[in-house]
């Protein structure tokens, strides 16, 4: 087998120690290795990087395991070329039929050229990436906390959520801190209702008559307090993503212009892409690596219907979130591709290859720095109109009737 590299090395990282091989030319054209066990804090990984200096190493290779590898990377990134290598495709490259280490047999298959390494942005970009799932994990816990009070007030017979549509609006907190001061009379509770809330008057008096008891109101303010606390972290958090975001102020921009996708789900595009595409051969690879690519089950020459395949959770989610508010987009081709894709394949799937499409979009508009061009809601019709026009025609002859056409003026 050819070899691709001279001098490389492979690190097997664990949580206390990283095993590292350096695979060097002998003497008369042999290939030699030496196998040494390191630390994993700062002083040992700085004597790792020198002992791969000294051995001339351009090339490591470690496996993505949990986030172990993240402190293994970032010190040596600097001093050689870091392949990151998926475990999941390491276990497919054929060839290790003895037990050797881990670190020995990446050294080998990185010598040769048979892995590729896993996209890692830049530090900027890194940063982003942190804040931006940290956010998103905040908000997940404040949807969960809202949840458990609106238990409590079921469990209370406090029926608030079937009269307002805002429990945690202007009009709910304060009843709901009425509640929890230990007012419970059902009218003085509903006269502190603001705005169009306040013609249920009488439906209010009547969900907000319950037993509710010093229990309930010991919940209830705990509750409150973690939802404060939330919200105030979710705009700090933000505050400071606003501010990391400035050089990618002109991205934000453009990414906003297309439909579903608002300035948070732009911000999380770019924290987990990054702005550079050029990292990507084609939208497809960036599709595959986000998990909205269709796994390929072939057989008999067959092809089944099968899950997409596992990528970015965090920016698959986001993405799936904004072709949701897509298909509310009136006039608008993304809303006519997802209608037309659910007649066929059911509510989900045109979901999930509509966020492909918005994947796609986004990833012209970073790397041909433009925006989005609208192409109407009769974009798919004009492009297969002599398909639509024979489909009418026989579904009309199958009901009986006989057609001619003429065109309009």
């Known amino acids: 087998m050819d070899r691709v590299l001279e001098r ?46 000294a051995h001339h190493v351009t090339h490591v ?77 905040i908000i997940q816990d404040r949807a969960r906390v809202a949840n458990r009070l609106q238990k409590v007030l079921q469990d209370a017979g406090i029926k608030l959520a079937s009269v307002a549509s805002d429990v945690l609006g202007v009009s709910g907190r304060a009843m709901l801190q009425a509640l929890v001061a230990g007012t419970t009379d059902p009218i003085v509770l509903a006269d502190l209702a603001r705005g169009q809330l306040r013609r249920k008057l009488p439906a209010l008096r009547e969900a907000l008559t319950g037993h509710f008891r010093p229990h309930h109101a010991f919940l209830v303010a705990r509750l409150l307090a973690d939802l404060e606390y939330c919200d105030d972290a979710i705009a700090d958090v933000s505050v400071r993503i606003e501010e990391l975001m400035r050089p990618f102020a002109s991205h934000l921009t453009r990414l906003d212009t297309i439909p579903g996708i608002n300035r948070r789900t732009a911000e999380v595009i770019l924290a987990e892409l990054g702005a550079d595409m050029t990292v990507f051969p084609t939208a497809h690879h960036a599709a595959s690596w986000t998990g909205l690519a269709p796994g390929q089950h072939e057989s008999a020459g067959k092809r089944r219907a099968v899950k997409t395949r596992p990528g970015n959770r965090w920016l698959r989610t986001a993405l799936v979130e904004a072709a949701l508010a897509a298909t509310h987009k009136r ?39 433009t925006t989005y061009h609208e192409l109407g809601d009769t974009y798919y019709d004009q492009r297969h109109q002599e398909q639509m026009k024979r489909r009418a025609l026989r579904t009309l002859e199958r009901l009986g009737y006989t057609v001619s056409l003429d065109s309009a003026a």
């Open 61 to 137: 290779a470690l496996e993505s395991t949990g986030v172990y590898w993240k402190p293994v990377y970032y010190v040596l990134e600097d001093a050689v070329t870091c392949v990151l290598v998926n475990a999941a495709h390491l276990k497919h490259v054929p060839g290790r039929k003895s037990d050797m280490q881990d670190c020995v047999w990446l050294a080998q298959v990185l010598e040769h050229g048979l892995i590729r390494g896993s996209f890692v942005p830049p530090a900027p970009v890194r940063d982003l990436r942190d804040l931006t799932r940290y956010r998103k994990t």
């Open 8 to 53: 490389c090395a492979g690190l097997d990282v664990h949580q206390k120690t990283v095993v590292a091989c350096v695979r060097y030319p002998g003497e008369r054209g042999t290939r030699e290795h030496e196998v040494r066990t390191f630390g994993t804090t700062t002083a040992e990984l700085l004597v790792l990087r020198d002992w791969l200096v």
């Open 331 to 369: 006039d608008s081709a993304l809303r006519a591709r997802y209608y037309r894709l659910a007649r066929h394949r059911g509510h989900q799937k045109a979901v999930v290859a509509l966020a492909r499409t918005l994947l796609t979009i986004a990833y012209h508009v970073l790397l041909r720095d």
